[in-house]
Structure formats: structure tokens, C-alpha cells
């Protein structure tokens, strides 16, 4: 069990530019979580999938935000056309859903995203 | 009125002491309830889950729940420096996701 991987840890880029953030949940987990979080606040629920199905988005989520599980898998997070206020902590989680609501998410150590 | 509300602190105990974390939340349908700790600069750790009415011990950290009053909170004895951390209020409201408060910071004095 190698946990959740992230990558990459770090990502600086200039307003305007597109960045993809991936994420490898724990290899039995069929269902892959994304959140952002910034400084002094909760994770921020942005989207999950199960399988590679995409169950919910945030009605908050620009649609300069896009992400995908082609293959139920790993796990992409676009955002276009970047902006300051997309600055934060990115945070992807897993978990292994067997029709139970009691969801024990496990997270990765996040992508910190700074847009200059 | 938010998902899930926690004071954000911070929350100062000294070394020995029981520090108590409190949260509320909305949906009375919530069913499950989580809390995480996150050190500075790192991701969230689960360290406790309570599904129902009541108390749930494990080790120095108590969980209680009251969905009457749709009130968890978090109990932490012996307080060591290392428990210094934002500690996470999660719930999971009958979808498929958790919702986080914004997190109480704590810290322990030596």
C-alpha cells in the first residue's frame, strides 16, 4: 500500500496558463476525490469520481476546471486559463466505497498551486 | 449558515491538560462524522470516525456525537506539544462526499 501520490508537489505558473495536476489513489479505492484548500480554510470539495464515472462537481467549480478517471485509475485535474485567486493547496483523496455512507477518505500530500 | 461550523481558534492547552474541540453542522441526515488533523504544510490525517449517538474512545482521543443537537466534538487528553495542529471536522451528508469545517488550530504549551 503505497497511499495516495500527487504530483507534482509544487507548480508556479503565470496567469493565463493551463496547468494538469495528477493523482494515484490507493490501488484497491474505487472512488477518487478532489479538493483545494487554502490557507486558514477547510478542504473545499471540488469534484469525485467512482470508477471512472464522475458522480459530482461543486456548483462553486469554474468551468476552467475539468477532471477526469478514463480508466478508473488515476485520477487528472485541468484548470485553464489560470487565475490568482486559483492560488491554493490541491488536494486529492481516495477511498474504497462498498454501499456504505461511512467514508474514511485518505489524502495525498497535494499539489501547492501558485499563480503569478 | 455554513455545512459545518468549528471555532477556528486557536484553542491554547498546556502540556497535561484535555483540550475539547467542538463542531456543529446543518443536515440533520448527516450520518457519519470525522476528525482529521493536519500539521502545518501536510494533508489531513484521519484519526477518528463515530457513526452513532454517544461516545467513542481510542486512546487519548474521545469522539462524541449528539445528532439531536447535530453537535460532534473531538477530546484530546494528556495534551503533548506534538497535538499541535488544526484538527478537521468532516461529515458526510448522505452524498458521496465529506464536507469540512474550517478547522480549529490547537496548541499545547510545554
Known amino acids: 500500500d503505497t497511499g495516495v501520490s500527487q504530483n507534482p508537489r509544487h507548480k508556479i505558473t503565470k496567469r493565463g496558463q493551463n496547468v494538469t495536476f495528477r493523482c494515484d489513489p490507493i490501488s484497491e479505492h474505487n472512488r477518487l476525490y478532489w479538493y483545494r484548500q487554502t490557507l486558514g480554510q477547510g478542504p473545499e470539495f471540488l469534484t469525485y469520481?467512482?470508477?471512472?464515472?464522475?458522480?459530482?462537481k461543486s456548483r462553486l467549480l469554474s468551468d476552467r476546471f475539468s477532471a477526469e478517471r478514463p480508466k478508473g485509475s488515476f485520477s487528472t485535474l485541468e484548470i485553464q486559463r489560470t487565475e490568482q485567486g486559483d492560488s491554493a493547496m490541491y488536494l486529492c483523496?481516495?477511498?474504497?466505497?462498498?454501499?456504505?455512507?461511512?467514508?474514511?477518505?485518505?489524502f495525498g500530500s497535494g499539489t501547492q498551486l501558485s499563480v503569478l | 449558515q455554513k455545512e459545518v461550523e468549528q471555532n477556528s481558534g486557536p484553542l491554547s492547552v498546556p502540556e497535561g491538560a484535555i483540550a475539547s474541540l467542538n463542531c456543529t453542522y446543518s443536515d440533520r441526515g448527516s450520518q457519519s462524522f470525522f476528525w482529521y488533523r493536519q500539521y502545518s504544510g501536510k494533508s489531513p490525517e484521519l484519526i477518528m470516525f463515530?457513526?452513532?449517538?454517544g461516545d467513542k474512545e481510542d486512546g487519548r482521543f474521545t469522539a462524541q456525537l449528539n445528532k439531536a443537537s447535530q453537535y460532534v466534538s473531538l477530546l484530546i487528553r494528556d495534551s503533548q506539544p506534538s497535538d499541535s495542529a488544526t484538527y478537521l471536522c468532516a461529515v458526510n451528508n448522505q452524498g458521496g462526499k465529506l464536507i469540512f469545517g474550517q478547522g480549529t488550530e490547537l496548541s499545547v504549551k510545554p
Open positions: 469520481f467512482q470508477n471512472e464515472a464522475q458522480l459530482e
Open positions: 463515530i457513526y452513532s449517538n
Open positions: 483523496a481516495s477511498s474504497s466505497n462498498r454501499g456504505q455512507a461511512n467514508e474514511k477518505l485518505f
